[in-house]
Nanobody, 128 residues
């Protein structure tokens, strides 16, 4: 079992950058594939980015390529989401999620149902 704690959200202006963090706690926390999802008011949860347990395989939603990067500090069991050139439509609650490393995760990394553990989320608000 793993506990996830997000941080780094806040109120920013259009064009600003923000770096979100997700710290994982628990036994074997380093053995989890991680994902970032977001949910805006009145909208469904959507995939943003994902990274495998070693940090060598990364996925980004097509809409975020060029603006978002995901990285991982395996020593700290922390995953980061760097977001640049923020837009009002990026306003949402951003949640990180974890699933134990398994074969085939690469094919289903973008489905929220893939993940077993979720953080509480951190609010990102982009003001114009």
């Amino acid at each position: 079992q793993v506990e996830l704690v997000e941080s780094g959200g806040g109120l920013v202006q259009v064009g600003d950058s923000l770096k979100l963090s997700c710290a994982a706690f628990g036994r074997a926390a380093s053995n989890y594939n991680m994902g970032w999802f977001r949910q805006a008011p009145g909208k469904e949860r959507e995939f943003v980015a994902a990274i495998n347990w070693l940090g060598g395989i990364k996925y980004l939603a097509d809409s975020e390529k060029g603006r978002v990067t995901i990285s991982r500090d395996t020593a700290k069991n922390t995953v980061y989401l760097q977001m640049n050139s923020l837009k009002p439509e990026d306003t949402a609650v951003y949640c990180c999620a974890a699933v134990y490393k398994t074969t085939g995760w690469g094919f289903i990394h973008h489905y929220s149902e893939t993940y077993d553990y979720w953080g509480q989320g951190t609010q990102v608000t982009v003001s114009s």
